[in-house]
């Protein structure tokens, strides 16, 4: 193997494939050519079989547990749950917080370079509304560990078959597609966005070599995920 080859040559680490944003994640990033392996963490195995996969299955609970992690270079967490599904705040801050968090931690520990989050529109550690401020809060801890890069996705309203039923979202989904063209200007940013965009999207920017913690809305993440390069908030 040349040098060159070898210095594209990367892995990643995936959570949350089994959702809407990871399952499209993992199939993009299985068709990159600059990682030559992927390891997803799973509570069961997945019905996918490539090559470069590497299936790990993991209790969540016990992330600390895994000790010696695999070698990453960039990793993605795609994790997220509804309070409706998780059934208590608890038991949603422990997917959308504590998880992340914990992942953040023991992948930079052994020698992660980049984390890339699926957060939200409307994250923020200040908010009234719980499900906004869990998701700022999960941005402002994982900010304080020291990744080269940081790359934040708030999404607006997600479009795309999910496993579960979800009915709000759906109409939701049918209100905001109805409505896409008379969203212009500032309102573009939301708009509702295809999942296999935001992973198209995250995929994208791991290849870019930036640094620092950016965040990406969704009209940005609609602009990489369409092949063209986009402003964004670095920090």
Known sequence: MSSKENMESKSALLIGASGL?????????????????????????LPVIHEK??????DFDELESLGKCPPVDDVYCCLGTTIKKSGTQEAFRKVDFDYPVKLAALTQHCGANQFLLISSMGANPHSRIFYNRVKGEVEEAIRKISFKAFHIFRPSLLLG???????????????????????????????????????QAMVRVAQMDRTGVNIYDSQSIQKIADGADTRHQVE
């Open 161 to 199: 078959k999910r496993v579960e039923h979800r009915p709000g979202e759906q109409v939701g989904a049918v209100a905001m597609t109805a409505l896409k063209y008379a969203m212009i200007g500032p309102f573009r940013t939301y708009r509702a966005i295809l999942a296999k965009d935001v992973a």
């Open 53 to 58: 996969l590497v299936q790990q299955i993991s």
């Open 21 to 45: 944003v990871g399952g499209h994640c993992l199939l993009q990033l299985l068709e990159e050519p600059s990682y030559t392996q992927v390891i997803v963490l799973v509570r069961r195995p």
